[in-house]
């Protein structure tokens, strides 16, 4: 049965004026059922003026890697966005259920792919674990990432990663 479990805010990192990441602790009985592909997301809760808030969030760090972590990208009226951008602090407690979905990459054990990836907005979180876990565990392969996003000064842009 899955259940919400509270895991420690370790970090709460600006990475632009509208995204955060926060990293969580996972602790050692917990590891196995925290254990995720990349692209995977995570359910998050709080309790917001007394009401309980819940949203999903994509996990940006790469499988085995600790501190856990998510990306958050706060948006203008956003309850839960904004509590994590203007209250949320290290050694508060996040409500969390274990790691879902089925959207992901598995890495090949080979002599090198391209492999060719598209994301808009947000939609960058889940891409970001996938790229991580590729190039870790296929030193030879090559990703051509293209990225769009509304707010850039360049809609579109494109960028090449090797390891």
Known sequence: ????VDLIVERVDEETA????IALSVPENLRDTFRFVPGQHLPVQTTIDGKPVRRTYSICSPPGRLPL?????????????????EQLKPGDTLAVMPPFG?????PEHGDGRTCLMFAAGSGITPILSIMAALLESEPATRIVLFYGDDAAARPWSWMTCTR
């Open 1 to 4: 049965m899955r259940r919400y």
């Open 18 to 21: 509208d995204s955060r990441r």
């Open 69 to 85: 972590e998510i990306g958050v990208r706060v948006q203008p009226d956003g309850q839960f966005s904004n509590f994590v951008a």
């Open 102 to 106: 089925r959207f992901h990459a598995s």
